[in-house]
């Protein structure tokens, strides 16, 4: 299946400050998405972003589809941006089938 | 919409017993995914289904792992028997395929087997 590479894998961040999580895969994509697992362990689905650009308030994402990367920026960092972000990318011979990152761990503080 | 249901959130279990795991999808959407997480494997994909049809179960890890999806609105994973290494957080997901594939998560089963 599709590699998928995730970094920086830690990152401590002071609250009000910016930062860009960064995707690499493997092989060309048709399914690209980024989660959210806040310290309970819940997944939120912030992007579904195969390529182009979407914003939704602080946090904006950017997939370019020929170079095989995609970024999450998070701007004006809170608390409650705390937790692993997980990159995760299917090919486009099993649009279904999700290939997760091993994820970055964002520790924002006060 | 009260999003994906998992029940139950937590289970704990002697080695050799049946588990079963329950899942109720959102409304409309028409793909169910089960994914497993733990510390050393990182989130798997065990299973998925389209239109209540398995599709690709090649995540599965043993013939012991089963599961199904009667219709639209429910899925079970059954573990029979259980073992301490299926000890692992077990998510359900589903999508509705469409202009938006993106996944919605239930809260997760944490499964302990002693």
């Known amino acids: 299946g599709i590699q998928v590479e995730q970094s920086p894998p830690d990152l401590i961040l002071q609250e009000g400050a910016n930062s860009t999580l960064r995707c690499n895969f493997s092989d060309s994509v048709n399914n690209l998405q980024w989660f959210h697992q806040n310290p309970w362990g819940q997944l939120i689905n912030l992007f579904y972003?195969?390529?182009g650009t979407k914003q939704n308030g602080r946090l904006s994402a950017t997939t370019v589809a020929t170079e095989r990367y995609s970024l999450l920026y998070i701007s004006s960092s809170q608390t409650t941006d705390s937790g692993v972000y997980f990159c995760?990318?299917?090919?486009?011979?099993?649009?279904?089938?999700?290939?997760f990152g091993t994820g970055t761990r964002l520790t924002v503080i006060p | 919409d009260a999003g994906v249901i998992q029940s139950p959130r937590h289970e704990v279990t002697e080695m050799g017993q049946e588990v079963t795991l329950r899942c109720k999808p959102i409304s409309g959407h028409n793909s169910l995914f089960w994914y497993r997480q733990t510390m050393m494997r990182g989130l798997e994909l065990l299973i998925y289904f389209n239109n209540n049809v398995p599709i690709d179960d090649s995540g599965m890890p043993e013939d012991r792992f089963s599961a199904k999806m009667p219709n639209a609105s429910f899925s079970t994973l059954k573990i029979q028997p259980s073992e301490p290494r299926d000890s692992a957080v077990y998510f359900c997901?589903?999508?509705?395929?469409?202009?938006?594939?993106?996944?919605?998560f239930g809260s997760g089963t944490r499964l302990t087997v002693v």
């Open positions: 972003i195969p390529s």
């Open positions: 995760a990318a299917a090919d486009q011979t099993g649009a279904n089938n999700l290939f």
């Open positions: 997901a589903s999508s509705a395929r469409g202009f938006d594939y993106g996944y919605t």
